[in-house]
């Protein structure tokens, strides 16, 4: 009795424990949930935070890009409405695929693709078909009803109603990954300027996005502002733009320029303006719009020809003869050359066993009489003159000499135009001159082709005209600059600074007569069957010797003389003499800007019809 | 009779019957609150979930009331048929039923859908008191745990069959019976061991946890005989063991050897099996040390096996359900969606909540499945912290309340039911309350009572009340 008693007490103790485990392991899972619950509840506030951006929904409003006008007010670049079809696939339902792709036009397959796409999301609206015609859209709105989860989102797109001035104007699209990383304002789906003014002038355009809060019901469903708008974010309108071009003379330009490769920049001496800037080939920027941007682009990058390559501000050639007036210059100011000192040339220069052509023209011939015959040898002459004056003691320092000169015409550094990417060209270098030949082992004989603008120096078409506006504007220039005017804006011009040189004005009045000769000089000038009455055109003319071909065409001119309204270079890769097309096609378009008219039909037709064959 | 009858609703625990029907209504207010929208008129608008709710409300009642009025004998003698039934209709699911959310586990008769499943933990809770409650019946005599054991397995099985993993989990709830009843504490600590090994093995991979297994058992040894005075060789066995293992482990991490690790580990141990059974056999301690070597290898494999267990055991969304939980990825669009959402709503409450009607979370959509297994994401959010601890207050009153009347049952029948019951509640809360607050994997089952569905519902009902009339009959002799 007492045993099995026992017994019991034992299992009774032992059941009581394991039941006592039973309840400690319900209590304790319970007030470990108590405490998770208090912390995420009460401590944790972060929930609250995403509880709230969950119920309200976030939209936000792209203001229009700002529009782009020429100097005189023309619009050159205008929005346009373009509409997506957007989806969101959380809201989809019972779609009927066939009767959305009926309307729309577009292929099962990419639909289907699209949609998988969109699928990563179900929450965030995503752009399935962009830019759906005006008439699409207009009979989808009737039946969207009928597609739960679609909707057209309204959106501007650029417009170049001039089709012209595409690498100068520049084009937007979808913002890249890295650009998203660089700046924080832009978001997936968000437009930026590409290259162009666009690029450059990207914070002005763009204005200021804004967005509205909503309150957003059981099924997504916006009932209302949120507190009135009090979180809203205002929209700020992107800045109209006024440009510098004359979009006539840059359309006449390109037009001029096709089939051929090449740049032309005009420029108004007395303010730096840029009244085109033409670079060829080059291609409609309204192909930049539209469906099939990223067909197009591909075609643009795959071009031999190189259309995206913007060649008045990155093309690199010798100036050629037209370097001519700025050793002129320079020896005038150094007092080396008189506007009456003499050389003599036949028919090409000798020193040395060295040899430099050139043709057949008088001789002796004074130094306004150089300029107007493009004489090498003079140059030759004079040029080493220079560089070997016994006021300098030795080739090198008179090279230094020469090149500060060189510098200050703005060689050798970008101008500092406000366009991307623009490059530099090349001034040569003491010290590559000492390395190439040895310290002291060179002189004015080994360097005399920079005298006649080959050899090392090279300079884009912008510097070749910035040269023809200071030569024009006797003694300075101002930074060339594509922007006049931004709305209400008073937006930071410093890099349009005056530029003076170290050149007395009265040696500019010898050079421009000079170039006045080029053109109205008649017998002898090298480019005398182009003077146009009354226009007092002053040119001169460039053949830049090319090693991979047929020699590039030069021509800078500016125009009249007195009081000098344009400013103008042109180079035609592979075109011959300065004189045979840089030349006409300079001053047509001088003529077209100072007068709006063309004498001389045939030429215009000669230059128009000349087309060149590259070899790639 | 008419006397008895009467007697019998003076004597059934009132409390449990109370918490029940408070947890039944709680739970149809908010599945109302989850499903609301202002557009929708009644709350008893049966094309709506919370008015079918409303009917499966009042026809658990009527089974309630049924339940307490049907003779308990009928639920012990009739305990294996049951359990035959369901399992006929399990079968029957397996092979004709529709898949519905990547299970077929429905029965549909036209005018029903239900759930066999649900009422599997209910035969099965019967066939396992009226096993254990035969004399003689000893859960520790191995052939009788094998038996509970082949009760067990053929409902899971199916219901594992059916592709409804998470209801066959809720079956390891009668290890705690099971422990009531006799099962050695130690079986119960290895197996949260095993939980734990394994899921430490995911987390921080499977040889770390080996080697921290290894070394966690050699302490223990150094423990039990490292220190014992009369052991003259005492430093040089332990030296011996500890080379067995430093040595093959070390060689194989330093050569870089390209062999599974699991065949070093094994190695070790298998060099040191023959010397340590021997000089094991003649110690006083053998068991212990046998133990020792048994859990420590046992470890080890369950800890290499994870890698072949996660990847070729587990489906795709197990495995993203469970790397989630342990934040070893992060997926806020798929499968951590639920979980972040369900944080957010619950977390929104703070302490008093947003009030009946005003929660944004669930209402709004946000919460996936908000009135099924995410239920507790509404009373998070509108009644807050207070509300929630209120509900899981009465949880536990009522699960403890049924292990405290249990324990006063005359038979071992209703004792042993009643802690099924009790366990399968529990198991049912921890999980689900578990997983609205991200401590506990997504596994898709009903909060008991709360959670919207007729066949939950039911299930939990005849489950408890079967409980409530044994116990107000405990006088009565039921075998």
């Known amino acids: 009795m007492t045993v099995s008693n026992q017994i019991d007490d034992s299992n009774q103790k032992k059941d009581t424990n394991r039941r006592f485990l039973l309840y400690a392991i319900v209590v304790f899972v319970a007030l470990l949930y108590i405490g998770r619950l208090f912390y995420i509840q009460v401590i944790d506030d972060s929930y609250k935070l995403d509880a709230t951006n969950n119920s309200r929904r976030y939209e936000v ?32 339902k019972n779609l009927d695929t066939l009767a959305l792709l009926s309307i729309i036009n577009v292929s099962k397959e990419i639909f289907v693709a699209e949609l998988r ?7 965030r609206p995503y752009p399935i078909i962009r830019q759906i015609s005006a008439e699409t859209y207009a009979r989808l709105q009737e039946q969207l009803f009928n597609f ?92 109209n733009i006024t440009t510098t071009l004359d979009i006539d003379l840059q359309q006449y330009g390109e037009k001029l320029m096709q089939n051929k490769k090449g740049s ?20 409609d920027p309204n192909s930049m719009v539209g469906r099939l941007v990223s067909e197009n ?87 080493r003159a220079i560089i070997d004056a016994s006021k300098f003691g030795s080739a090198r320092e008179g090279f230094l000499t020469w ?29 590559s001159y000492d390395k190439t030949y040895g310290k002291n082992r060179w002189n004015s004989l080994t360097i005399v082709s920079l005298a006649i603008g080959q050899g090392e120096i090279t300079e884009t078409p912008l510097q070749m005209a910035n040269i023809a506006a200071t030569i024009a504007n006797k003694g300075y220039y101002y930074t060339p600059h594509l922007v006049k005017e931004i709305d209400d804006t008073v937006f930071d011009k410093s890099f349009i600074q005056r530029h003076d040189l170290p050149i007395a004005k009265n040696y500019f009045d010898i050079v421009t007569e000079g170039m006045y000769q080029v053109v109205n000089g008649g017998s002898g000038a090298t480019a005398w069957w182009l003077a146009i009455k009354g226009l007092d055109i002053c040119g001169k003319t460039g053949t830049a010797q090319n090693p991979h071909g047929e020699d590039h065409s030069m021509f800078m001119a500016f125009a009249p003389r007195n009081n000098p309204k344009i400013a103008i270079a042109v180079c035609v890769e592979n075109g011959g003499f300065g004189a045979t097309l840089a030349a006409p096609m300079a001053t047509l378009m001088i003529e077209k800007y100072l007068t709006d008219t063309i004498t001389n039909a045939w030429r215009e037709q000669q230059v128009l019809e000349k087309s060149i064959t590259y070899k790639n | 009779m008419e006397r008895q009858e009467v007697s019998i609703f003076r004597r059934i625990d009132w409390q449990i019957v109370l918490i029940y029907l408070f947890l039944v209504i709680a739970g149809w207010v908010n599945i109302y609150s989850a499903v609301y929208d202002e557009s ?33 004998k009928l639920y012990f003698s009739l305990s294996y048929f049951f359990y035959g039934v369901v399992l006929v209709l399990l079968v029957a699911v397996y092979l004709f039923a529709p898949e519905i959310k990547g299970a077929r586990s429905w029965v549909d008769l036209g005018w029903v859908r239900f759930q066999p499943s649900e009422f599997a933990k209910l035969t099965t809770s019967l066939v396992i008191a009226r096993f254990l409650g035969e004399n003689g019946v000893k859960i520790t005599r191995f052939s009788d745990a094998f038996r509970v054991f082949i009760i067990m397995i053929l409902p899971i099985a199916l219901i594992v069959l059916q592709g409804d993993a998470g ?70 066995v332990l030296l011996l063991v500890t080379l067995v293992f430093v040595v093959p482990i070390g060689t194989y991490y330093y050569l870089k050897l390209e062999i599974p690790t699991i065949i070093v580990f094994l190695f070790c141990f298998a060099i040191l099996l023959v010397p340590a059974s021997v000089y094991v056999y003649k110690k006083k301690r053998r068991y212990s040390l046998l133990l020792l070597f048994g859990l420590c290898l046992g470890s080890v494999l369950v800890s290499q096996s994870v890698g072949y267990v996660f990847t070729n055991v587990l489906e795709e969304h197990q495995q993203k359900r469970i790397n989630v939980l342990f934040g070893l990825e992060s997926d806020p669009r798929g499968s951590e969606f639920n979980v972040i959402q369900s944080k957010i709503a619950i977390g929104s409450g703070d302490l008093t909540g947003k009030g009946f009607l005003s929660g944004t979370q669930t209402k709004n959509d946000f919460v996936p499945e908000q009135s099924t297994d995410f239920i507790f994401c509404t009373i998070g959010e509108e009644w807050g912290f207070l509300g929630s601890v209120f509900i899981i207050g009465l949880f536990v009153w009522l699960i403890i309340r049924i292990m405290h009347d249990a324990e006063k049952q005359r038979t071992e029948f209703s004792r042993i039911y009643g802690y099924c019951v009790a366990c399968i509640l529990f198991f049912h809360f921890t999980i689900n309350i578990g997983m609205t607050i991200g401590l506990m994997p997504v596994i898709g089952i009903p909060l008991p009572f709360f959670s919207y569905g007729g066949s939950s519902l039911w299930g939990f009902t005849i489950l408890l009340f079967i409980f409530v009339k044994l116990d107000a009959c405990r006088g009565e002799k039921i075998q």
Not at chain 1, 166 to 180: F, H, P, T
């Open chain 1, 297 to 383: 682009y591909n075609k643009l990058v795959r071009d031999p020809l190189k259309p995206l390559y913007n060649r008045p501000i990155q093309g690199v050639y010798p100036p050629g003869s037209t370097f001519k007036t700025v050793n002129a210059l320079i020896g005038l100011q150094e007092g080396i050359v008189t506007q009456n000192t003499m050389y003599g040339c036949q028919a090409g220069y000798y020193s040395g066993g060295l040899h430099v052509g050139c043709h057949n023209h008088v001789s002796p011939i004074n130094l306004i009489e150089s300029i107007k015959m493009s004489c090498n040898a003079y140059y030759c002459n004079e040029f």
């Open chain 2, 40 to 72: 929708m008129s009644s709350i008893l608008d049966t094309s709506q979930k919370y008015g079918k709710q409303f009917i499966w409300i009042l026809a658990a009642f009527f089974i309630a009331i049924s339940i307490l009025i049907i003779d308990s």
């Open chain 2, 167 to 236: 209801s066959a989990l809720v079956f390891l709830s009668f290890f705690f019976v099971f422990y009531r009843e006799g099962m050695p504490l130690s079986m119960l600590l290895i197996g949260f061991g095993l939980i734990l090994v394994f899921s430490l093995s995911i987390v921080w991979g499977s040889d770390v946890i080996s080697i921290v297994s290894i070394a966690v058992g050699l302490l223990v040894f150094y423990g039990m005989f490292g220190f014992q005075k009369k052991q003259k060789f005492s430093f040089w």
């Open chain 1, 403 to 431: 090149q500060s000169y060189i510098k200050s015409f703005g060689l050798g550094k970008p101008l500092g135009i406000d366009l991307p990417s623009e490059k530099s060209g090349n001034i040569p270098r003491a010290e």
């Open chain 1, 148 to 239: 739960p989860g679609f909707y057209v989102q309204t959106r501007t797109v650029r417009n170049y109603p001039y089709h012209c001035g595409a690498l100068a104007l520049g084009y937007i699209s979808e913002v890249g990954k890295d650009e998203i990383a660089a700046d924080p304002y832009y978001e997936q789906g968000d437009y930026i300027g590409k290259i162009g003014i666009e690029k450059r002038y990207e914070s002005y355009l763009r204005g200021v996005k804004g967005g509205k809060y909503y309150q957003v019901d059981v099924k997504g469903r916006v009932k209302g502002s949120l507190e009135d708008g009090k979180y809203d974010k205002t929209v700020t309108l992107g800045k």
């Open chain 1, 61 to 92: 409003q792209h203001p229009a890009r700002g529009l782009i006008y020429d100097r005189n007010g023309k619009l050159i670049v205008a929005n346009e409405a373009a509409y997506d079809l957007m989806v969101v696939t959380g809201q989809i």
């Open chain 1, 117 to 123: 796409k969109a699928q990563k999301n179900r929450y």
């Open chain 1, 264 to 283: 032309i920049v005009a420029i108004d001496p007395k303010t730096g303006e840029i009244l085109a800037i033409v670079s060829s080939p080059t291609f």
